[in-house]
């Protein structure tokens, strides 16, 4: 069932989302990490990051999540910055956890640093 979309959602938060495959149409329920603010959100977007447990085919800007507890995780994980995607709120699963300040800080400067100029 999914979160009502009048919930909001905290930048460094994680939550389930049906993520898109970037070279399919098909998407793949996962946990991510949100990385928008209350001004997107005020649009009914949420923009996201993936989160996976694919440790085998780490890029260079992964970053390991190092308190799995915190972030509601069950195994080993790392936030992929790269792959960032926009899901409506309605669309979320639910809540599951946050990353540490000092992590979700490390992922926001990832981001920015893909976007634009």
Not at 3 to 30: H, L
Not at 75 to 103: D, M, W, Y
């Amino acid at each position: 069932m999914a979160t009502s979309d009048k919930a909001r959602y905290a930048p460094g938060e994680v939550i389930v989302v049906p993520f898109p495959y970037a070279d399919q149409f098909a998407e793949k329920r996962r946990p991510a990490l949100v990385v928008s603010n209350a001004k997107v959100h005020s649009q009914d977007c949420v923009w996201v990051v993936m989160i996976t447990s694919a440790l085998h085919s780490r890029r260079s800007n992964d970053l390991e999540i190092n308190d799995l507890a915190r972030a509601g995780l069950s195994s080993p994980s790392i936030v992929r910055p790269a792959k960032i995607t926009n899901i409506e709120p309605s669309r979320i699963i639910r809540r599951a956890g946050q990353l540490k300040p000092e992590q979700a800080d490390i992922v926001f400067d990832m981001v920015k640093s893909f976007i634009g100029r």
